[in-house]
T-cell receptor, first 117, second 121 residues
Framework: DQQVKQNSPSLSVQEGRISILNCDYT??????FLWYKKYPAEGPTFLIS?????DKNEDGRFTVFLNKSAKHLSLHIVPSQPGDSAVYFC????????????????FGKGTHLIIQP | DTGVSQDPRHKITKRGQNVTFRCDPI?????LYWYRQTLGQGPEFLTY????????KSRLLSDRFSAERPKGSFSTLEIQRTEQGDSAMYLC???????????????????FGAGTRLSVL
């Protein structure tokens, strides 16, 4: 039973346009969400996070939106750049329930973003 | 570079052999996590340490797996009697505890190492 789902295995976007990556979750106890970016042969790199008390968090070109009622979050990258080509993972945790992330992060399967010149 | 360091980067072993991996977390981080990632999947949580105490284990961590963090700094993950199904990328992450307050979660970001890729022949 996948608790975090990324339904698009891949996404192709033209350079300069907006990239929108989606993530759905089923566990209503998740209260903290993160996006990681992964290049081949490297570990996941933290991008941006959001807690359940917010519905938006912005950091430069990256914005994460959280819709708790729909159990849905999305990552917007604008403008998209060639260096953004990577696999993006959505992750969630139960911070308050577990006393601070003690049961680890639950990841989706990832979306491979390809930025075309 | 003061990020999370894992050694070795690659390990090839024969079925039935024991293997041990090492993780050095970011120096001031008190939490250390192990994950496993197989092809086409996201990382899956295995176990977690707060300082030297192992506080949580996933059901994925069979009794052939053991992890230690003896002095609350580096950690080792040992797999005994390896099986072909153990072939995966083993990732280590570390974070700094913030007490679980939703307003202060910037410190709960987990930073990952590059991983150890295990191939069991």
């Amino acid at each position: 039973d996948q608790q975090v789902k990324q339904n698009s295995p891949s996404l192709s976007v033209q350079e300069g346009r907006i990239s929108i990556l989606n993530c759905d979750y089923t566990n209503s106890m998740f209260d903290y969400f993160l996006w990681y970016k992964k290049y081949p042969a490297e570990g996941p790199t933290f991008l941006i996070s959001i807690s359940s008390i917010k519905d938006k968090n912005e950091d430069g070109r990256f914005t994460v939106f959280l819709n708790k009622s729909a159990k849905h979050l999305s990552l917007h990258i604008v403008p998209s750049q060639p260096g953004d080509s990577a696999v993006y993972f959505c992750a969630a945790s139960r911070e308050l329930y577990s006393g601070g992330g003690a049961d680890g992060l639950t990841f989706g399967k990832g979306t491979h973003l390809i930025i075309q010149p | 570079d003061t990020g999370v360091s894992q050694d070795p980067r690659h390990k090839i072993t024969k079925r039935g052999q024991n293997v041990t991996f090492r993780c050095d977390p970011i120096s001031e981080h008190n939490r250390l996590y192990w994950y496993r990632q197989t092809l086409g999947q996201g990382p899956e949580f295995l176990t977690y340490f707060q300082n030297e105490a192992q506080l949580e284990k996933s059901r994925l961590l069979s009794d052939r797996f053991s992890a230690e963090r003896p002095k609350g700094s580096f950690s080792t993950l040992e797999i005994q009697r390896t099986e072909q199904g153990d072939s995966a990328m083993y990732l280590c992450a570390s974070s700094l505890a913030s007490g679980g307050q939703l307003l202060d979660l910037a410190k709960n970001i987990q930073y990952f190492g590059a991983g150890t890729r295990l191939s069991v022949l």
